[in-house]
C-alpha cells in the first residue's frame, strides 16, 4: 500500500521569505501523481500544485513550486515570498495513474503559520 | 466554476441515530469520494463510486455505507453514528479517463455525534 509522510506537524515563517515543506512516500508504481493542497481554517480544500511522475520538470504555479526526487520519492513544496494568506494546512497527496477511480492517499498535514 | 456542495455545514447527532450525509456536484464527473479527517491523521478515505450505482470500499469503510442513485449525488449514511465517528466529513469528485487526477472538494461537514 501506499505511504504519504509529512515529517512536520507545524512550520513558521517571517511574511515575504521561502519556506519549504516536506513530502516523502512510498509505492511500487512507476506512475502516478502527487499533489499539494491547502486547507485555509474553516475553509475549502484546494488544490495548489500537480505533479505527474513520468515529467521530469518540478512544477511550478507562481510562487509555488516543487522539487520532486523520484528516486528519493521525495516532494517538497517551496513557497516563495510567503503571504499571510498563505497560512493553512497543507497536505501531501498520492494517486496513481489508470482509468479506474481511486481515492488520493495523504500525509497527515503540515500546519504553516504566517509571521508579520 | 468547478462546484461540489455539501448539505450541512455543521451537524449534531445523538448515539445510534440514523445519518446522512449529502454531496452534489454540478461538473458532471463520473468519480465521487468520501474522506474522512481528523486532526495528526489528514484524510482517509471511506469510500469511493466510479458510477451511478456502483460503489467500493476505501481504507475505512466500517460502519459506513454509501448511496448513488444519481450521477450527481453521492450519500454517506452512518446506520448507526457513534462517538468515534465525530469529525470532519469531506466530498469530492472528479472525471474518469486514464489521466483525470485533480479531485475538488466541498466544503465539508463537521458531525458531532453525542
Known amino acids: 500500500a501506499q505511504t504519504v509522510t509529512q515529517s512536520q506537524p507545524e512550520m513558521s515563517v517571517q511574511e515575504a521569505e521561502t519556506v519549504t515543506l516536506s513530502c516523502t512516500y512510498d509505492t511500487s508504481e512507476s506512475d502516478y501523481y502527487l499533489f499539494w493542497y491547502k486547507q485555509p481554517p474553516s475553509r475549502q480544500m484546494i488544490l495548489v500544485i500537480r505533479?505527474?511522475?513520468?515529467?521530469?520538470q518540478n512544477a511550478t504555479e507562481n510562487r509555488f513550486s516543487v522539487n520532486f526526487q523520484k528516486a528519493a520519492k521525495s516532494f517538497s513544496l517551496k513557497i516563495s515570498d510567503s503571504q499571510l494568506g498563505d497560512a493553512a494546512m497543507y497536505f501531501c497527496?498520492?494517486?496513481?495513474?489508470?482509468?479506474?477511480?481511486?481515492?488520493?492517499?495523504f500525509g497527515k498535514g503540515t500546519h504553516l503559520i504566517i509571521q508579520p | 466554476d468547478v462546484k461540489v456542495t455539501q448539505s450541512s455545514r455543521y451537524l449534531v447527532k445523538r448515539t445510534g441515530e440514523k445519518v446522512f450525509l449529502e454531496c452534489v456536484q454540478d461538473m458532471d464527473h463520473e468519480n465521487m469520494f468520501w474522506y474522512r479527517q481528523d486532526p495528526g491523521l489528514g484524510l482517509r478515505l471511506i469510500y469511493f463510486s466510479y458510477d451511478v450505482k456502483m460503489k467500493e470500499k476505501g481504507d475505512i469503510p466500517e460502519g459506513y455505507s454509501v448511496s448513488r442513485e444519481k450521477k450527481e449525488r453521492f450519500s454517506l449514511i452512518l446506520e448507526s453514528a457513534s462517538t468515534n465517528q465525530t469529525s470532519m466529513y469531506l466530498c469530492?469528485?472528479?472525471?474518469?479517463?486514464?489521466?483525470?487526477?485533480?479531485?475538488?472538494f466541498g466544503p465539508g461537514t463537521r458531525l458531532t455525534v453525542l
Open positions: 469530492a469528485s472528479n472525471l474518469a479517463g486514464p489521466r483525470t487526477d485533480t479531485q475538488y
Open positions: 497527496a498520492y494517486r496513481r495513474t489508470g482509468g479506474g477511480a481511486d481515492g488520493l492517499t
Open positions: 505533479q505527474e511522475a513520468y515529467k521530469q
